[in-house]
Nanobody, 126 residues
Framework: QVQLVESGGGLVQPGGSLRLSCAVSGFTLNYGIGWFRQAPGKERDFVASISRSGGNTYYADSVKGRFTISRDNAKNTVYLQMNSLKPEDTAVYYC????????????????????WGQGTQVTVSS
């Protein structure tokens, strides 16, 4: 079983940027990685995901063009660069691992993810 630990959250003003990191224990290359978020009183939603190879990505419409997901398999770390942040981006952000899908497949549904981190809070406010 893999462990995932998120970091990099915090308070940022609207229009600002943050970079979240997801440190993955174990053999990272086995896992497609996704980011999800949950705002208070709302369901957890998909944000972005990346294939095992790192060659393919997928984004929710709400973050497309503002967020970028990437991975460094040598460092066992996946990143979520968040630019032009809006108050509606405020949420707890979770990374998750999807095991043993194809190298180029981009998992995007919650049921595809087996392992989850504890989350990191992102607050966008002036």
């Amino acid at each position: 079983q893999v462990q995932l630990v998120e970091s990099g959250g915090g308070l940022v003003q609207p229009g600002g940027s943050l970079r979240l990191s997801c440190a993955v224990s174990g053999f990272t290359l086995n896992y497609g990685i996704g980011w999800f978020r949950q705002a208070p009183g709302k369901e957890r939603d998909f944000v972005a995901s990346i294939s095992r190879s790192g060659g393919n990505t997928y984004y929710a419409d709400s973050v497309k063009g503002r967020f970028t997901i990437s991975r460094d398999n040598a460092k066992n770390t996946v990143y979520l660069q968040m630019n032009s942040l809006k108050p509606e981006d405020t949420a707890v952000y979770y990374c998750a691992g999807a095991l043993d899908y194809g190298m180029e497949y981009v998992p995007r549904f919650q049921y595809e993810y087996r392992d989850w981190g504890q989350g990191t809070q992102v607050t966008v406010s002036s």
